[in-house]
């Protein structure tokens, strides 16, 4: 089961959390969600354990929020604890 959370309700959390920007380096560098770590999807899915821990909690966006759906999907199946963050980083443009 995949978790999401809405940008209103990322806005809610606390600054200690940790966020994730699959996008490519050269979409991360245009913009992004402050706070956030540039992990591109492939590189991600290919060496997670490189970049995540297993006792905490990701919240994970793309650029609209299907690929986040997807890398979450495969992450919690491999034990990680990952949140989508519905809309990905449009509509955390839309919600300024």
Known sequence: MI???S?????????NISII????NQSYN???????????SQVLIS???????????YYIYCQKGSSSIRVCSLLN???????NINGGYEAWILQK
Do not use: F, Q
């Not at 940008?7 to 600054?15: D, G, P, Q, R, V």
């Not at 060496?47 to 909690?57: F, G, S, V, W």
């Open 7 to 15: 940008i209103s309700e990322l806005l809610k959390k606390t600054n």
């Open 30 to 40: 245009n913009n992004h969600i402050p706070n956030a770590k540039n992990v591109p």
């Open 47 to 57: 060496n997670p354990n490189k970049y995540l821990n297993k006792e905490k909690t």
């Open 21 to 24: 920007d699959i996008r490519s």
């Open 3 to 5: 978790h999401s959370i």
């Open 77 to 83: 199946n491999l034990g990680y604890n990952t949140v």
